[in-house]
């Protein structure tokens, strides 16, 4: 299976090949509050490279082939997977020829090696500066982990210097007039969730928001909804992103909907609570998902049941 991990390190490749406001906690923008309008959803551009890995094609989110499909399908807006300001720079002018905005951004960040973490703060911070110029609200960071895809847990130390320097920089994006949106894979899970827990605990609310991905929440605690809606009651307050991924006895589904995890419960818990985050698709294909649509027809699929969902918890 090509993980988000492995894809950044081809995307970084590619876009070296190549030459290389604000959103409080709960809140919506104000396109968004306007009851007339659709609601807002977004995709992330890592399951559009799951899709077309499996098509044996390559995504790359500069090639307008791609993002004229990506357009096609009916999202809002893309949240890219980015590796610096120049990368954005390039991508905004393609977005806007396709109609899409790009409310939030992602990006990995080495945050746990004292080493590098000060020098990956700002590399981060000259991202945002270079985005918040064509409307991003939401910077969604995954610390990375010791060694992608490998089963080693971080040190006390090192989850520490990591909880410092995400507060850091969620503070300088704050300056920005920008929200920080920490994100996790299944790895955080482990160890009775230490990291995961220790990035919200151990930073300030101000400054550190939650991108909540309910299935990696999901698969990371050995598929257990207690587990996810715990999470949700735990930090509800601090989700301002929602990534959107579905699976039918644990496998990932072609299209976002009805399966293993119930999102009604969790969009009439938010929705109760008054909070309203950015929706952005993230329904990917691994192995063993079906074979049975494409990636424009998934995603337009997925985009209707979010809608249908969502819809009624707009301000």
């Not at 899970?189 to 991905?213: I, Q, W």
């Amino acid at each position: 299976m090509q993980t988000r991990r492995r894809f950044l390190e081809t995307s970084t490749q590619l876009v070296l090949a190549a030459g290389g406001a604000a959103l409080s906690a709960g809140s919506v923008s104000a396109t968004e509050s306007r009851s007339s309008e659709p609601l807002h959803i977004a995709s992330n551009e890592f399951p559009w490279s799951t899709f077309f890995s499996r098509d044996r094609l390559t995504w790359s989110h500069h090639d307008p082939r791609c993002l004229s499909r990506f357009a096609d399908s009916g999202v809002m807006g893309m949240e890219p997977i980015v590796t610096s300001a120049e990368d954005v720079a390039k991508l905004s002018p393609l977005l806007r020829d396709f109609r899409q905005e790009m409310r939030s951004i992602y990006v990995n960040a080495r945050l746990h090696d004292r080493a590098v973490a000060s020098e990956t703060v700002a590399r981060v911070v000259a991202i945002a500066e270079e985005a918040r110029h064509v409307g991003t609200q939401i910077v969604v960071t995954n610390p990375e982990p010791i060694k992608w895809g490998g089963p080693q847990d971080k040190s006390d130390d090192e989850l520490t210097c990591q909880a410092e320097h995400l507060d850091t920089l969620g503070a300088e994006l704050n300056r920005l007039g920008l929200r920080l949106a920490y994100h996790n894979h299944g790895s955080e899970m482990r160890s009775s969730a230490r990291e995961f827990h220790h990035m919200l605990a151990g930073t300030n609310p101000k400054h550190v928001a939650l991108c909540l991905d309910a299935h990696w929440i999901y698969r990371g605690s050995g598929n257990s909804q207690v587990c996810l809606f715990d999470i949700v009651t735990l930090y509800a307050d601090r989700i301002v992103e929602l990534h959107l991924r579905q699976s039918h006895q644990g496998v990932w589904m072609e299209s976002f909907g009805a399966g293993d995890i119930d999102y009604e419960r969790l969009a009439r818990i938010l929705a109760e609570r008054n909070i309203h985050p950015h929706v952005v698709l993230e329904q990917a294909v691994e192995n063993g998902s079906p074979k049975t649509v494409t990636a424009i027809d998934a995603h337009r699929t997925g985009l209707l049941a979010a809608r249908a969902l969502f819809e009624a918890t707009k301000g």
